[in-house]
């Protein structure tokens, strides 16, 4: 069974600061990863989706790895602000069509 | 696009009641799913759909149905409801589930408490 752990479970930095977050999974049969944020008492919002083929994805100040032989994705989040105060959540998807998901990063960004 | 919709967005039941969780999405994607997300546990896949008439079970499937009688709607149902099931549910879709297409997104969320 795919178990995908990330840490740190909580994570506070001051503005400005590039943010790092880790994601790691058992099985390296994946067909994609991806990262979603949630802020308190809504849904998940897509933030970037990784192929299996690909080492990594951009979308303005984010940028996700993906070393899927070492079972590791990294998501940093460069020149932090306040507003990336969210939970920030790692999803795989092996084989098969069930994304198994991490516990989550809550990130407090400090003003 | 309205994306993934979600109703109602709040409901309280009492032990041994029945409802259905409406979700609905007009992106015309194939693929839809459920998942409940606890403290602590995360998110846990309850019934998926890989296209119209076609479900299956996920992680935690006991004590839900569901159907897919058109590709826009995908409702759960609880059929007798138990304090176990508090919790809150997402309903997500994506376009397909290979290529490049299966991004997932999700809705809102319906947050449940069972007395």
């Known amino acids: 069974k795919q178990e995908v752990t990330q840490i740190p479970a909580a994570l506070s930095v001051p503005e400005g600061e590039n943010l790092v977050l880790n994601c790691s999974f058992t099985?390296?049969?994946?067909?994609?990863l991806q990262w979603f944020r949630q802020d308190p008492g809504k849904g998940l919002t897509s933030l970037l989706l990784?192929?299996?083929?690909?080492r990594e994805q951009t979308s303005g100040r984010l940028n996700a790895s993906l070393d899927k032989s070492s079972g590791r994705s990294t998501l940093y989040i460069a020149a932090s602000q306040p507003g990336d105060s969210a939970t920030y959540l790692c999803a795989v998807r092996p084989n098969d069509y069930k994304l198994s998901f991490g516990a989550g990063t809550t990130v407090t960004v400090r003003a | 696009n309205a994306g993934v919709t979600q109703t109602p967005k709040f409901q309280v039941l009492k032990t041994g009641q029945s409802m259905t969780l409406q979700c609905a999405q007009d992106?015309?994607?194939?693929?839809m799913s459920w998942y409940r997300q606890d403290p602590g546990m995360g998110l846990r896949l309850i019934h998926y759909s890989v296209g119209a008439g076609i479900t299956d079970q996920g992680e935690v499937p006991n004590g839900y149905n569901v159907s897919r009688s058109t590709t826009e709607d995908f409702p759960l149902r609880l059929l007798s409801a138990a304090p176990s099931q508090t919790s809150v549910y997402f309903c997500?879709?994506?376009?397909?589930?290979?290529?490049?297409?299966?991004?997932?997104?999700f809705g809102p969320g319906t947050r449940l408490t069972v007395l």
């Open positions: 099985d390296s049969a994946i067909y994609n």
């Open positions: 990784i192929q299996s083929s690909q």
């Open positions: 992106m015309n994607h194939e693929y």
């Open positions: 997500a879709s994506s376009y397909s589930t290979a290529g490049i297409n299966n991004e997932q997104f």
